[in-house]
């Protein structure tokens, strides 16, 4: 069975630093992995993905992921974060066809 | 292009009553699912359609229906609410290029069932 899991219900940071915001998978085959943000009362908004290629992905916003097979994760960083980053983010896979599981969600504080 | 829509913003019903969430797109995209977002979980997939006639279940289908008669449309039905339905709904359309799967959410339904 296709799964994510996002380890942290919280991240805390202060503007200027770097983030990451980790996430595993567990999928059969090769992944199809996704991040998206979820900023108060929206929806969710994609910043990136993993197909094939290269295992540092770049995205929206400045944010990058970057691939790890061999320990099976996919985790979002961001060299400098920004208080207008804080949101709600959220790792997937895509399983099956046209079946995306998410992970519980990562709440970000940036800190001025 | 207004992209994927969801009415109502908001709802709240009595235990037992029925209602449709609407959802529609725009970008004739072949596929559309239906998500509930709870605290601590997620966002886990209620139903999904490939295409105009054809939906299929996904994680927690109990106690929800759904249709796709047009490739813009793909309502879903509570048939007797629960308690355990108060949660938000999303809504999201998704096709597949040579850049890969690209998926687009609407804005939410927040309902609470009291």
């Known amino acids: 069975a296709q799964s994510v899991a996002q380890p942290e219900d919280q991240v805390n940071v202060a503007e200027g630093n770097p983030l990451t915001v980790k996430c595993t998978y567990s999928?059969?085959?090769?992944?199809?992995l996704f991040w998206y943000v979820q900023y108060p009362n929206r929806g969710l908004q994609f910043l990136l993905k993993y197909i094939t290629g290269d295992n540092l992905v770049k995205g929206s916003y400045g944010f990058e992921a970057e691939f790890n097979k061999s320990q099976t994760s996919f985790h979002l960083k961001k060299p400098s974060a920004l208080v207008s980053d804080s949101a709600l983010y959220f790792c997937?896979?895509?399983?099956?066809?046209?079946?995306?599981?998410f992970g519980s969600g990562t709440k970000l504080n940036v800190k001025p | 292009n207004a992209g994927v829509t969801q009415t109502p913003k908001f709802q709240v019903l009595k235990t037992g009553q029925s209602m449709t969430l609407q959802c529609a797109q725009d970008?004739?995209?072949?596929?559309m699912s239906w998500y509930r977002q709870d605290p601590g979980m997620g966002l886990r997939l209620i139903h999904y359609?490939?295409?105009?006639?054809?939906?299929d279940q996904g994680e927690v289908p109990n106690g929800y229906n759904v249709s796709r008669s047009t490739t813009e449309d793909f309502p879903l039905r509570l048939l007797s609410a629960a308690p355990s339905q108060t949660s938000v709904y999303f809504c999201?359309?998704?096709?597949?290029?040579?850049?890969?799967?690209?998926?687009?959410f609407g804005p939410g339904t927040r309902l609470t069932v009291t």
């Open positions: 970008m004739n995209h072949e596929y």
């Open positions: 997937a896979v895509r399983g099956g066809f046209n079946k995306f599981y």
């Open positions: 359609s490939v295409g105009a006639g054809i939906t």
């Open positions: 999201a359309s998704s096709y597949s290029s040579d850049r890969g799967w690209e998926q687009y």
């Open positions: 999928v059969s085959g090769n992944p199809y």
